[in-house]
């Protein structure tokens, strides 16, 4: 009977350290996987940023190309207008500006 209490106990003492190991190590998984989840959700918000940013530029770009268009369609109209309504004397005045 000595030897089964004394397995008994060692049982009971080890499954008491185990549980006791387990309690202590769970909070670090979850702490662990918490911080993988925040770092996804930080990896997520970056890119769709970087995806705002780059919409935006590509946008702006378009916008600037549409404004130089425009620009060189008013030059071409105002050069065409000032060729043909403007006097000789007058075209030379401005060329000389």
């Not at 387990?22 to 959700?41: H, K, M, T, V």
């Not at 030059?75 to 000789?88: K, N, P, T, V």
Request: overall charge positive; aromatic content about 6%.
């Amino acid at each position: 009977m000595d030897m089964l209490t004394t397995h008994l106990l060692s049982f009971l003492v080890g499954l008491v350290a185990g549980a006791g190991v387990l309690y202590w190590l769970l909070p670090a998984r979850r702490q662990g996987s918490q911080l993988i989840r925040e770092r996804d959700e930080a990896r997520n918000a970056l890119n769709h940023y970087r995806d705002q940013v780059d919409r935006h530029f590509l946008e702006t770009a378009d916008l600037v190309n549409d404004l130089t268009q425009s620009y060189r369609a008013v030059h071409q109209h105002l050069s065409q207008g000032a060729h043909g309504l403007c006097s000789e004397a007058g075209r030379r005045k401005a060329a000389a500006k």
